[in-house]
């Protein structure tokens, strides 16, 4: 079969997991319940599951343990994107082709929402305690999902990105990748790292995965940053040039174009070497992250 259908396959797969964890809609809380799905259910690339599954069943997981871990991951990374999207933040109207969630249930319930989906995520990831009592790897993993999503996490990559953006600070290239390494990598590390974890992998692998994924991660953000210039408002699902709007710190900004897409190289050739160095190896999981540098939307 090939990669696109595989991952076509895979996107729908995944997205079956998460309709099983998401709340119902009901109770005199409804319509924040009603937002949280919206805003899970309008798409995206489910790239963090994916990625979480996959590093998984690579080092030899095979139960549904990492199941509401992979919906936790997916909830957290909506609930940034919810709240980065708020007049405050990003001030953005459209996100994955869609109306942004405050756009369509208003700011307070779009702030409430993002809260939301942080709490549930957690109360999801637990839930891997009534499928294996037993295991001590849930608890390690949940602070791994904990901390790389927190104030050392992301939220601390978000907070420097944002004070960046508002005083209009020099660029400065140890904060620059300080923003990348928190805002966008921490979570695509915890995917990678909770994977792990989960199929019972030691500490070395671990490390390994975590400095895979910072490379995969920094890539990421870069390829990010080079379509917020090259791509167009119909194949993103949003409006370009919303980093120059924003007054944004980026890589292609700090150093151009060119050098940014052979740093996308580099960064991806590194991170693959450690995949094809792993004892296991996933061949999906290795094209996934090719696909992923150089994605286009
Ligand atoms: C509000 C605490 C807080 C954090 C927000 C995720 C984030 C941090 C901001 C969104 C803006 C941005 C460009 C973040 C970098 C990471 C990134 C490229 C997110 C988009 O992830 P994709 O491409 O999105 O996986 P889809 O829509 O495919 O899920």
Do not use: W
């Not at 601390?156 to 923003?179: N, P």
């Not at 975590?210 to 995969?216: F, G, L």
């Not at 190289?265 to 991170?271: H, N, P, R």
């Amino acid at each position: 079969m090939d990669f696109q259908t595989q991952l076509k396959q895979k996107v729908e797969a995944i997205e079956q997991i998460l309709e099983k964890y998401l709340p119902a809609e009901e109770g005199y809380q409804k319509t924040v319940l009603e937002a949280m799905n919206y805003s899970v259910r309008v798409g995206g690339k489910r790239l963090r599951p994916m990625l979480m599954q996959e590093t998984y069943q690579m080092l030899g997981g095979n139960g549904d343990i990492v199941e509401p871990f992979m919906a936790a991951q997916e909830m957290i990374h909506t609930y940034s994107l919810v709240h980065d999207d708020l007049p405050a933040m990003d001030n953005d109207m459209y996100r994955r082709g869609k109306k942004t969630t405050h756009v369509l249930y208003g700011e307070a319930m779009a702030i409430l929402a993002g809260d939301g989906l942080l709490n549930y995520a957690f109360e999801t990831a637990c839930k891997a305690f009534l499928l294996e009592p037993g295991n001590e790897n849930i608890g390690k993993a949940l602070t791994v999902l904990a901390g790389k999503a927190g104030i050392y996490g992301m939220i601390g990559g978000q907070v420097a990105d944002v004070e960046a953006e508002k005083r209009g600070l020099a660029l400065d290239e140890e904060k620059l990748m300080y923003i990348h390494e928190h805002k966008t990598a921490a979570l695509i590390q915890s995917s990678f790292m909770i994977g792990a974890i989960l199929a019972g992998a030691g500490a070395e692998d671990v490390k390994k995965l975590e400095k895979a994924a910072y490379n995969i991660g920094i890539a990421f953000q870069i390829q990010d940053d080079i379509l917020d210039v090259t791509s167009t408002l119909e194949v993103l699902g949003k409006p370009i040039g919303s980093d120059e709007k924003n007054n944004k710190l980026t890589y292609v900004k700090a150093h151009g174009l060119e050098k940014a897409k052979e740093d996308v190289e580099k960064l991806s050739k590194e991170a693959l070497e450690i995949l094809q160095g792993m004892q296991n190896r996933n061949e999906f999981l290795e094209q996934l992250v090719v696909y992923l540098i150089h994605r286009e939307k």
